[in-house]
Structures are given as C-alpha cells and as structure tokens.
C-alpha cells in the first residue's frame, strides 16, 4: 500500500513499531487477536488494526502540501478535513480557514470566497451542489480535492446501480457530512432514501409490504429521502450503499433484513429483478477496525481505552461495541486522564462529558485495552500508553517491550 507524507509528529515510536511488527509476521491481516504488551504492573491489550487509514492519510498529506506549496494565498477547508480535534486545530494553526462545522453551519460564507483562493473538499467528499457552485467561482475541485477512494465507490456503486433501475437505500447518518454527500451523487442518476439502523429498517420493510401508508412514511423519514421519492414505486427494486465509518455488521444485517423482505414480496426465484448485492462497498479500514475489536472482546481486561474524535462515527461504534463487555471510556486525547484516580470521557448515548473517579483498579495486575479510531494518530496513541505508564513504579521501558514483541514474531 502507498506510504504518505504525513507530519512526523503525528508519528510514534511505540505504535508504528508495534504494527510494523504485526505487518511483517501477518501482512494479509489474517490474524485480528491484538498485541500483548506486559510492563510489569500493567499490561496492554492493543487492537491489531486501528488508527490512521488510507484515505486519512491521503488526506492530510494532501492538506499539508497544499499549505506548504501555496505560500500567501488564503486556503479554506469546507468543514473539519477528519473528525479528531488534534488535526483540526493543527491544520487551524497553519492558517487554513474551515468554512462549515460539521453539521453544514457556516463560519464563513461563500461570497467571501474567491477565485483567487483554494478549497480543499476533505475526505468526507462533497454534495454535487457545493462541488458545483465551486466550480461556478473558478475553484479548482481536483487538485485539492481529498475524498476518500473509499467513499468515491460507494457513489460509484451507487450510480451503477441507478442506471440499472436500482433505488438506492442509504446506511447512515443523515446529517453526517459523507452520508450528505453520498446521498447528492446517488441522486443524480435516481431515488434515494437514508437508513440509520435496523429499526429505521424494519418500517421501511412495512412500508414495502403495504403495512403502514405513504402518509407514515413520508412522516417518519422526513428530510431522509430524494426530492419526489415515491414510495409504491421506488421500493420496487433495490440496493443497499453505506456510509463508510458505519458497523459493517450492521449494513450486512439490513441488506439481509431488506433482501428477505423482498423475497416474502416477490419470491425467491424474483429476488434478481428486485435486490441487488452491495456488500462490495464496506470500507476496509472500517471493516479491520471492527474485527481488531471483536478480537479485543475475547480478551479478559479490566477496562477499555478508546481515542478518537467525540464527533467521529467509526470510533463511536468501537465504543459502542466494547461498552458491550468492559467499563470503556472514550477520550480524545491524554489531556483527559488527570491522574490515576480521574479521567474526563465522552458518554456516546448522552453526547456529554463525564468526569469519573476511580476508573483504575486497585490490583496487583491491571489490564486495558487500548484502542483508538481510524483519525487518531499514532503519536497520541503513544502519550495515552505513556501517561497511563507513568503512574506506575518499577514498568519496563516501552523499548524492551517491543524487542520482546518482536522476538516473539519472528
């Protein structure tokens, strides 16, 4: 896989040497069980695969050779280029101005920008209409533009789909800046509708199966579907896309749930002319981040670490799945753990901070696990694992640690 110019203070010493590590002994990630890392007093169970992914890359380099080659011009993002503080307010600090917060609200607004200056579209994508509207001002939407190939085939999927008569049933956010975008390019070639989980799924399914009427459905899935979506005939034949950072679990099982309603509609042997198989369009890095967690689950700890972005969504769900199991707490950056007694994290389900005393046992071997999302970077990966360290006597340096790692691979 390509290697990225990226800052190299997102870098680590630890990390990157841990999953170099990993890669070497396992380089078709056929093994997801997570790292062990024994310091004595405390020991780390560490994901098998998380943190920086392609497209994040791909991304920020983009972003820091745009700074770098344009010296004076003014540069704008159109909202956050990844979900994670830390990047957002570096790429801040070297003067790039965003011009929308996540959910669309403008921090500056489009006749205050010019020809003269760049727009770099981040690796959510853009809608169609913003894309377009910059190409109105002379804005050049290539060179600076750093979308995810990841999330370009889903519209590409999306589109292949329209073209055959396929609507295009949506998983995800609605108000998610990719969920926006995909749901504008999927639009120009035909209808669709924006699922956010199983339950939305299955009243869905009724409405296809004539059990709840056209005024409940367009009650229920307001603002979720395309301009003139006509539920009798649009639900006739179709396709599930997802938005990337989803549970790939989770797109699976309303693909399913949507295939077997279609086939108690119109048969087994009619199930071709009806629903179309999609599964090509999980990301992989999502999709690795999922099962490196599954591999944690199987694990005996006494807690669970989460790092990432409290607005990003593939972190969210690896929350969601290790609060399952462990006392998990999500912060989004060392700053968050005061001392061994107090740490600051994000609570997922009532989207507020939560301040807990105690969060450590008081053992004689604490176990953790460690984890982070796919816009976290290495290097603060590597201060969570440091500041959780220090409050320990007598660890063994992270130096020796990886040595023995790394024996124990080759």
């Not at 791909?58 to 704008?76: L, Q, S, V, W």
């Not at 130096?399 to 124990?408: A, D, F, G």
Request: net charge negative; charged share 25%; glycine share 6%.
């Amino acid at each position: 896989m390509k290697s990225f110019e990226i800052p190299n203070y997102y870098r680590s010493s630890i990390i990157s040497r841990i999953k170099e590590i990993r890669k070497t002994a396992d380089p078709r990630k056929k093994d997801f069980t997570p790292t062990k890392l024994d310091f004595g007093q405390v020991e780390f169970y560490i994901a098998r695969h998380f943190g920086f992914c392609y497209g994040v890359e791909n991304a920020i380099e983009i972003a820091y050779r745009t700074i770098d080659e344009n010296p004076g011009k003014k540069i704008y993002l159109l909202s956050e280029m990844i979900h994670n503080p830390v990047v957002n307010d570096d790429l801040r600090s070297h003067g790039i101005y965003f011009i929308m917060d996540t959910e669309g609200n403008h921090y500056y607004q489009w006749d205050e920008i010019s020809s003269d200056d760049i727009v770099i579209i981040p690796a959510f994508g853009t809608t169609l209409e913003i894309e377009n509207m910059l190409k109105e001002k002379r804005i050049d939407t290539v060179k600076y533009n750093t979308t995810c190939p990841f999330v370009e085939k889903v519209w590409n999927r999306s589109n292949s789909l329209a073209k055959k008569n396929h609507n295009i049933i949506i998983h995800g956010k609605h108000n998610h800046e990719e969920t926006r975008a995909t749901f504008s390019h999927s639009n120009q070639f035909g209808n669709s509708i924006i699922v956010r989980n199983l339950e939305e799924t299955e009243i869905l399914g009724k409405v296809i199966l004539g059990e709840i009427s056209r005024k409940e459905f367009y009650d229920f899935f307001e603002g979720k579907f395309s301009k003139g979506f006509d539920p009798d005939m649009h639900l006739t034949k179709i396709g599930v896309v997802n938005q990337t950072t989803m549970l790939a679990t989770e797109t699976q099982e309303i693909a399913d749930k949507l295939r077997s309603i279609m086939i108690q509609k119109y048969g087994v042997e009619n199930i071709g002319n009806h629903f179309a198989d999609t599964r090509d369009t999980l990301c992989y890095a999502t999709n690795d981040n999922q099962q490196a967690t599954f591999g944690l689950m199987d694990q005996d700890a006494d807690l669970a670490i989460v790092i990432g972005g409290y607005n990003s969504s593939n972190t969210s769900h690896i929350v969601e799945l290790l609060e399952s199991k462990f006392p998990t707490y999500f912060i989004s950056s060392e700053k968050e753990i005061e001392s061994k007694e107090i740490i600051n994290h994000f609570d997922i389900h009532k989207k507020a901070g939560i301040r807990t005393n105690g969060y450590l046992p008081n053992k004689e071997k604490t176990s953790i696990i460690l984890t982070s999302g796919a816009s976290c970077p290495d290097a603060m990966f590597d201060n969570v694992l440091n500041k959780i360290l220090s409050f320990y006597a007598n660890v063994k340096d992270p130096n020796q640690v990886t040595s023995e790692l790394q024996q124990k691979y080759i």
